[in-house]
């Protein structure tokens, strides 16, 4: 049983199931998902699209992680495969697996509650992105479990905004994520 509530009335309820965290298992159940382990367990979380910027990640979101490392995950590959707003002139980042493709991003070590917090603000649960464990390696090579969101997007990609790819764009470079992902994420041409 899935309940679909009105986003003011989401508001309203999401900190309140982030609090209560026998309500916050029952939330996730009742979409399909699994809320393992303690509110205050450390994670892995990482970031390939807008909230590699900290203006969205920290300031929008209100996250503060207690660490962060550059990252990336082998067998994936970015996509802008989703119809974001307005449909057609914006498309957000996705991952879809790809063997031999890897993505670019930034790992940020957050509390279960926070990211139960940060899955509400990405819709999740909700109909479009799924939160998914995968193995990641941060930039001196040590192996990591992160989770990450990824979407049943289109087929075919389309165009991010230019507001959006600048966020990826600024994210990577002070993150200061590889010249050639940076290079790569130059190359994606932005929605007219």
Do not use: C
């Amino acid at each position: 049983m899935r309940i679909r509530m009105p986003r003011p009335l989401r508001r309203l309820f999401i900190p309140v199931v982030v609090r209560a965290w026998p309500m916050a298992r029952l939330w996730y159940r009742t979409w399909g998902l699994r809320l393992d382990g303690r509110p205050d367990d450390d994670v892995w979380y990482f970031a390939y699209g807008a909230n590699m910027h900290d203006s969205a990640f920290r300031a929008r979101r209100k996250m503060q992680p207690a660490e962060w490392r550059i990252g990336r995950i082998g067998g994936y590959r970015l996509r802008f495969n989703l119809d974001g707003r307005p449909i057609g002139r914006s498309a957000p980042a996705n991952i879809s697996a790809t063997p031999g493709h890897e993505v670019w991003g930034v790992l940020y070590r957050i509390s279960r509650r926070d990211l139960v917090r940060l899955n509400a603000s990405e819709g999740v649960p909700g109909p479009r992105y799924r939160p998914i464990e995968l193995n990641a390696e941060d930039n001196v090579g040590n192996a990591l479990t992160a989770v990450a969101y990824m979407a049943a997007g289109n087929d075919q990609d389309g165009n991010p905004s230019l507001r959006y790819i600048t966020l990826l764009r600024e994210g990577a470079r002070k993150h200061g994520l590889p010249d050639h992902w940076i290079e790569h994420l130059d190359a994606v041409r932005h929605a007219e």
